[in-house]
């Protein structure tokens, strides 16, 4: 019985300063929905407009087709996961997760079974007569967790929630996480600034900037075909190069000031005349050579072994610093101070307006364009 | 847009406690003020200021109000924060103990305390004959100015220990460290870098125990003879034996209020320029002393902690003496608590039940302020807290007065009553109060209320099934300290009181005035067993086993 989330032309302000102006989104029924940004672009301020702590100063929220702006947050049959978890100190791990099905009156037996089956459910049934403080943080977050959707709730939020985990445990949780949601089948949306978190965990992601949301899609849409030059540039690693367009009737190529020609397919009809463009190519973008084979012209400064691949950093001609992913060879490293040669993988890489605020290829999957 | 509903308990509730507020502080200092410009001819009229400074009999009561209080400021310092220094960074033997007898002796009403050194050092006291018969010296005159400094340094000194003591426990081990690294050790490390990182805390300190001397009455009163304050001189013109005199109080209440007042913000100014926040990760840790200095700071410490506590031991040894009518006599028995709680029946259950509904009262309205003050900041909140902290300020002979004068006629005919009395001490407590519900308060993260809405709970479950809760062990350690602070209560209550709604720390100040000694030391035992009962309860409670007033 989860639900869907309508948002039309949010507005959030404290008094002149304006955080959100006009945005809209649209989160479907059962999806695992992140909000990815940097700090203070927005993401928890919209998630907190949804719970209802912040005041909506313009603008419809729905839940299907019930508007909930002046709903009580205590009304809205949300579970919220929070940050610093919010365990109520005073009371055991039982009466933490007990505390929301009591509010709603359930009689006792059943408030027994519910209890009893998220705290299994969340695998911290051993625990159950434990004062808060008394667990690791890992198991806070099952609390937390357990708390919140044990009521039942039409949404589950999650701010941030893994922020205060070590590494390893984050990973863990992440997958935790996932799991149970796919299995409790509720309509999620979650906070992060982890980029590999969300890509990890979620079914979409909306990645916020300054308020506005740049791109909406699944992992791999935002990966590989990134609406912007800021989505390309949150989102995993890239490299920035200038370029020029050219283009002859049906044919078109990218010209590096190095020299390097890209055939370049798939352009957008828009977009096809002569101009100054942005390429964003990833460091597992390129192909390296050390013979001399018409590539942009680089010297290797130094490189990182990390087991499966090999890092290199290298800078061009004009002094830019590169950085270049490979798959590690049973071979030596290639030594610093050796010349290579880059050519990239034309399908891979993304090519933008010379101002980085559109993406001039084909293939560029982004709902926020559907919904605006 | 969303709209909170325009009247929820909340806004009911900030109403209801600012007209309280306005009622019984506003209107009575409006009545203080009032009768202050009013002339001997009934006109608005300056004379009476002009009379207090005109005349250096009333003058010099200013002049010898400062005198004490700022050399008890600055000898309680001198005194405190060595010792809170040698306690806290270095092991003293028995220093469980040592804290006990400190906090006693911060609890106690300073009049006992000065009453015991009369009956010590005083003209027939018995350290003073003492000497006399076995070396034929006299001692120094205990009365006056010596007198009430003595008294009130070895009474006030535990609050500097208690406060410093506190920002010691916040100070980082690792700027201590890195001070010696850098080449400053020892005293001057002590100097440098300690006293610098307590500034704030000293300031504070300072200014607590500058409005408590200002404001003290009984010692002055018991143990000033000719040497004539400030406090004193309202009181007497007030209720005096040589007639009455309202707006001559009054005028000399506005003048207390003016200083206190401009003390107040001028440490507040200080305080500001000083401020920065502090967390140890982790705290200093006691050393072993060496040597010579071992030895000080063992002799230091016991000293001034012995000094501060004979008093509270030779009360309870007098009240198991024999006595004559004033006199005492040889031999020992109960005999003195069994007449003086028969003349004053009324006493000690005056006591429970003045006490207990003032402090009942004051850790209600001081939690929902709190709240309201953290949670609900507006401007109608502000106003609340800013009049809150008012009597902070106020010395309390003047908080009984003003309430005396807008309460002495139809229709709040309030005087004589138990109500007068509650009011006066929650007015006084309240400050206080709130000022540590505060700090609990902003220690909850804001979240977990969230958390309790967001299940389901309404605002008034969540207040008082998570916020509440979370806050109690914190309000009944401030409780605790409240209800010692009301039963030793004594400046306000001695103007208010009457035959019927006399308490305790009344009824030995009762006794003490007509000279029955004996009486007096029972009663000001049972008074110290109440206490340390009290404090004993506190340290059940209290998780940090911290004290702060």
């Known amino acids: 019985m989860s639900v869907n989330i309508k948002i039309k ?12 102006s006009g945005l809209s989104l649209e989160i479907h029924a059962g999806e695992f929905f992140t909000l990815l940004g940097p700090s203070g672009c927005g993401k928890t301020t919209l998630l907190r407009m949804i719970a209802g702590f912040n005041t909506i100063e313009g603008g419809d929220f729905y839940f299907n087709d019930k508007r909930i702006n002046l709903i009580d947050p205590s009304k809205r049959n949300i579970g919220m996961v929070f940050q610093n978890y919010a365990i109520f100190p005073h009371l055991s791990v039982k009466g933490n997760v007990a505390f929301g099905l009591k509010n709603r009156k359930y009689p006792r037996e059943r408030i027994e079974t ?9 695998k911290i049934d051993e625990f159950k007569n434990r004062m808060p403080d008394k667990l690791s943080g890992g198991q806070q977050q099952r609390v937390a967790l357990a708390r919140a959707l044990v009521i039942q709730p039409d949404v589950l939020l999650m701010d941030e929630p893994l922020s205060n985990l070590d590494a390893k445990l984050r990973v863990e949780m992440r997958f935790a996480i996932k799991e149970i949601q796919n299995r409790v089948g509720i309509t999620t949306v979650y906070v992060t600034h982890d980029q590999e978190e969300a890509m990890a965990i979620s079914d979409r992601i909306a990645v916020m900037k300054d308020g506005v ?3 909406i899609g699944t992992p791999k849409d935002i990966y590989q075909r990134p609406a912007n030059l800021f989505v390309s540039t949150f989102i995993g690693k890239t490299n920035v190069l200038e370029a020029q367009l050219a283009v002859e009737g049906a044919r078109s190529r990218l010209l590096f000031p190095e020299g390097l020609e890209v055939p370049l397919d798939g352009l957008r009809e828009e977009f096809r005349k002569g101009q100054k463009v942005i390429v964003s190519v990833r460091p597992e973008e390129f192909v390296i050579s050390t013979e001399p084979n018409g590539g942009l012209r680089t010297v290797v400064d130094s490189s990182v072994f990390l087991g499966l691949n ?17 798959e590690s060879m049973i071979d030596e490293a290639i030594a610093a101070g050796s010349m290579i040669y880059l050519t990239v993988k034309p399908e891979k890489i993304n090519v933008f ?5 559109r993406n001039i290829l084909d293939g560029v999957n982004n709902d926020k364009n559907e919904e605006a | 847009m969303a709209r909170k509903k325009l009247f929820d308990i909340w806004t009911v509730l900030y109403i209801a406690i600012f007209a309280v507020y306005a009622l019984f502080l506003l209107y009575p200092m409006y009545s203080i003020l009032r009768n202050s410009v009013i002339g001997e001819n009934g006109k608005l009229s300056l004379e009476w200021f002009v009379k207090f400074f005109s005349a250096k009999y009333y003058s010099q009561t200013l002049v010898h109000s400062f005198d004490v209080t700022i050399w008890t400021t600055l000898l309680t310092l001198v005194i405190g924060v060595p010792l809170s ?27 006992i305390g000065a009453y015991a050194w009369i009956q010590l050092l005083g003209r027939a006291g018995i350290v003073t004959t003492f000497v006399k018969s076995v070396t034929g010296l006299t001692l120094p005159n205990i009365y006056g100015f010596n007198g009430i400094l003595l008294v009130l340094t070895l009474q006030l000194f535990p609050l500097v220990f208690l406060y410093v003591s506190g920002a010691l426990k916040n100070i980082d081990n690792s700027l201590l460290e890195a001070s010696d690294n850098l080449g400053c050790s020892g005293i001057k490390r002590f100097f440098k870098v300690v006293i610098p990182l307590c500034m704030p805390t000293i300031l504070a300190a300072s200014l607590l125990v500058f409005m408590r001397a200002f404001a003290d009455f009984g010692t002055p009163l018991l143990i000033g003879e000719g040497y004539r304050v400030f406090p004193v001189e ?22 207390a209020i003016v200083i206190t007042a401009a003390f107040f913000l001028a440490q507040r100014f200080l305080a500001k320029r000083f401020a920065f926040t502090m967390n140890a990760m982790h705290p200093i840790e006691r050393k072993k002393a060496k040597g010579i200095f071992n030895i000080f700071i063992h002799l230091y410490t016991y000293l001034v902690v012995g000094l501060a506590f004979l008093p509270q031991v030779y009360i309870v040894y007098q009240s198991f003496q024999n006595t004559s009518g004033k006199l005492f006599k040889p031999g020992y028995s109960l005999s003195s608590y069994q007449t003086s709680i028969k003349r004053m029946s009324d006493a000690i259950p005056n006591t429970f039940i003045i006490g207990g509904i003032a402090l009942v009262l004051v850790v209600l309205i001081a ?5 309201l003050v953290v949670r609900r900041s507006n401007v109608v909140t502000t106003a609340i807290d800013t009049m809150s902290m008012l009597p902070y300020i106020i010395p309390g002979s003047v908080v009984g007065i003003a309430l005396v004068m807008a309460f002495n006629k139809k229709p709040f005919m309030l005087t004589g009553t138990v109500a007068i009395m509650v009011i006066a001490l929650c007015i006084r407590r309240l400050p206080y109060t709130i000022r540590s519900s505060v700090a609990i308060l902003q220690q909850i993260p804001i979240t977990i209320e969230e958390a309790s809405i967001s299940l389901g709970a309404s605002k008034m479950k969540t207040f008082f099934g998570i916020t509440v809760p979370m806050m109690s062990n914190g309000i009944i350690s401030g409780a605790i300290i409240s209800w010692v602070t009301i039963i030793t209560e004594l400046s306000t209550a001695i103007i208010l009181y009457n035959s019927k709604t006399i308490t305790l720390t009344l009824a030995v100040y009762t006794f003490v005035t007509r000279g029955n000694y004996g009486y007096a030391a029972a009663l000001a035992t049972v008074l110290t067993a109440l206490t340390i009962v009290s404090l004993l309860v506190f340290m059940k409670f209290s998780k940090s086993k911290e004290i702060t007033f």
């Open chain 2, 85 to 111: 220094y040698f306690y806290n960074m270095y092991e003293i033997r028995g220093k469980g103990l040592i804290q006990v007898l400190i906090i006693l002796c911060s609890m106690s009403a300073p009049f």
């Open chain 1, 9 to 20: 032309n949010a507005v959030k302000s404290y008094g002149a300063n304006t955080i959100i």
């Open chain 1, 310 to 326: 090999t890092h290199y950093f290298v800078h061009l001609d004009s002094d830019q610093q590169v950085e270049i992913i490979q």
């Open chain 1, 213 to 215: 949301i740049q791109h």
């Open chain 2, 367 to 371: 939690i929902i302020i709190a709240y």
């Open chain 2, 234 to 255: 309202i009181y007497t013109q007030f209720l005096g034996e040589t007639g009455t005199n309202f707006s001559f109080a009054a005028a000399i209440s506005v003048i």
């Open chain 1, 353 to 357: 307006t010379e101002d980085g605020s």
């Open chain 1, 114 to 122: 519910e209890t009893q089956k998220f705290l299994e459910l969340m």
